[in-house]
């Protein structure tokens, strides 16, 4: 019988969101040499559409794009849709508030540019594999494990299954719309 828990995951569709034309055609030719389909998007709406129309096995997406949603945003709305499918933020933004906020909206990792390609592919295999783990051997998150965070409005404390991640519920106290952080 195969051991599951060494499965190396495949990537062989990545979606690249990015608005420099120069980077968009240096990615896409290096990762089609590396035998992945590679579908572009340059901002938002076009990631969203082609997130749905082909699912990738990864997202790799910019931090700044045009017409005012940002990698961030767009990562937070990837997540709400599908929670398996990995996001790596590549971006030329090198600070720790930067990664801070990525991690909280739910990016898998973040790469700074300029990176080495051949890293990134590792990156890539690496993060692909660790969800696949988490989607099909489970990722400790069991219906009763529970996670704590505070109401920004009133600061209650507030404890809700894990299975709650990416949702919004409404505060007991003050009634308030809470969104439930992806990792607390």
Request: glycine fraction near 4%; aromatic fraction near 6%.
């Amino acid at each position: 019988m195969a051991d599951l828990t060494s499965i190396e995951a495949i990537v062989s569709r990545v979606l690249v969101v990015e608005d420099d034309r120069d980077e968009v055609e240096f990615l896409k030719t290096f990762l089609e040499q590396k035998q992945m389909f590679v579908d572009v998007a340059r901002d938002a709406g076009q990631a969203r559409a082609a997130f749905h129309m082909h699912p990738p096995d990864i997202v790799l997406v910019d931090a700044m794009l045009p017409n005012e949603v940002t990698g961030f945003e767009l990562i937070e709305r990837l997540k709400q849709e599908n929670i398996h499918i990995p996001v790596i933020m590549l971006t030329g933004i090198d600070m720790d508030d930067a990664r801070d906020l990525a991690k909280r909206v739910g990016a898998d990792d973040y790469v700074t540019k300029p990176y080495d390609p051949d890293e990134l592919v590792t990156k890539m295999k690496e993060v692909a594999e660790l969800a696949w783990k988490r989607k099909h051997l489970g990722d400790g998150d069991a219906d009763d494990t529970k996670i704590s965070f505070t109401c920004p409005e009133c600061d209650k404390r507030l404890r809700v299954k894990a299975s709650h991640r990416g949702r919004t519920l409404n505060c007991p106290r003050c009634g308030q719309p809470v969104s439930v952080p992806w990792h607390a």
